[in-house]
């Protein structure tokens, strides 16, 4: 093993990582964990603490009743949800995480709660947007950018990357650096693309007036339909 | 926090009968109301941006109208989308520094102070006291620069030309000030992995207390000109509400969740830099309007110069570094000369700064509202994943809740309340 891998990184050895984030509320009390565990049982899987800061593994079938529970218990009331993201790691042995950075304003406390899934198999989880309507456009920026795929979402689309976008989820490791097709294909593509398109049919209400609309008009969106390359 | 002003302005408009009569003005104005209400017409798209001043970036808003009445916003984003978080795995932890600058551009030192904590939280490392504080006091310039140009431009948007300028002029005195301290005046870049990329230059406090006398006499102009202002108040009281309850769900927050009257500021209730040594208060609006947050911004502004001013008290001469040679470059001549200080140079510069595994989130309260960066380490000198929980994109995304059933000209003076960065939504 050449330095430059050393995990432990030169002269940190066992340092001791005292964050300086201690006021963080994030190591997970008994108050929570105890309830949690007697209601869920095995489905609370492991908890992991770094950096002062805990993770609740869930078994992904149980996960939205557990956040449910979390948001709505009276003893937890986690009322808001600061981030929901996900993490590949390098290795391809560790899990795909689902990443929910919960937290409370009415007890000052937080909870990150994590779902592990298998990153070979097809990504799914339930949506979390009946619980917290903030997840809608972070769930779908995870969906863009990792392919996740939440079900019950009302309207999972793209969000950064555009919609007819046929290089795959950017922020998975096996994407590489600077895109799957060449810098010309990527041009071509984008030139060929018809701007008009993006008026989605099925999201706009215009679609109950297209027999009114000029002939012309109707001709582009039919042709285009969602920006198809042509 | 009490309402300023409770003015009755009315001017003459036609009721729904078609009789003329004085018709209030930012008294819960309901679009519902609007005479224009009973077109029975088709409901007609209009389409916002890309390239629009008053979408503040490369926003683009698809506006289904009825009459004037907006009855669906539908936002697109992504325009400015460059991909950081992807680029950060790729990069040593002090490069990422770069990066950071370009997410949120009008506050870019306060972004820099954000990331640095971040990993310092992964390493478990204390930063020196005057390094504390001169990041406090870059924090707070950012807050104040960022909310001048929410406050300029939005003036810009509802008509008003001259504050905006007063609020350039103030901005611009900011702006030196951080030239002086970074040479740069937009990517700043200031901070490092234990410290600061450089200490302030003599004469530099001097500088910042003339700003702290002169800058809330200007916020006293811009308190006279708006606040009381019939245009103003008429456009933004009871325009894009939001209410408390609504404004958490969303994940809201900064002044756009506070001026729903919740009063959460990651500096009190997460204290980091030791805010809680600051003498300072925390605004809350009440009713979540256009108008509460622009009260809210403003108040923020004379609370950021009271901390700066306490900040600057506070300065003492001292080093900006930790002396942890693993973390920080040694200086030059001692590069040069010295042995052991030519390794750590070459080993940081080659191999960077590497934190132990483990992961960290790490929010802090930004001029936009809570910016979070989520970090996960393996080990090595780059992230295995870089999140950045950008505060504007989630306050965006309240956006069409926010419109619907206002009138078109309001979706300007809301889209501007929310006070959006586009390099930061799309990253």
Redesign the interface.
Known sequence: MTASQDAAGPGLVGTANQSPTARYQGVVPDSTMAPMRERFGAAIERVVTSCGQSSVFVAPHAAHAVLEWLRDDPDQRFDYLTDLTCVEYRDAELPFEMVYQLRSLTRNADLRVKIALDGDGPLEVASVVGLWIGANWLEREAYDMFGVVFRGHPDLRRILMWDTYQEGHPLRKSFPLRGRFSRAEQTRQALAANPEAHYSMEELSIAEAYGDLPRDMQERLAAGGRGVVR | MTRLVEMQLSTPGVDRRGDIRQVPLGVQRRPSESVHNDFGA??M?VNIGPQHPATHGVLRL?V?LDGETV??V?P???YL?S?F???GE?RHYNQIIPLTDRTDYLSPMANNVAFALAV???????VTERCRLLRVIACELSRIISHLVWAGTTGIDLGAMTPFLWMFEQRERVYNLQEAWTGARLTTSMTRVGGLMADIPDGWEKGLREFLREFPKTLREVDTMFSRNGIWVGRTQGVGVISAA?A?????SGPMLRASG?A?DVRK????LGYEEFDFDVPVGEHGDIYDRYIVRLEEMFQSVRILEQAVDRLRPGPINVADP?LVLPGKSAAMSDMEAMIFHF?QVM?GV??????????VENPKG?L?Y?L?S????KP??W?I?PPS??NL?ALPQLCEGALLSDVIAINASVDIVMGEI??
């Open positions: 088709e409901h798209l698809v289904e009855k669906r539908i697109h984003i992504g989308h991909g978080e992807k680029l790729y310092e939280a992964l390493l478990g490392v204390e609504d958490i769900n969303f994940s809201l919740v959460y209730d997460r204290p980091y693993r080993k191999e590497r934190p132990p595994a483990g992961e960290v989130y790490f929010g809570e979070g989520y996960v393996d080990g090595t000198a295995v994943r999140r929980r994109f989630l995304a799309d990253r």
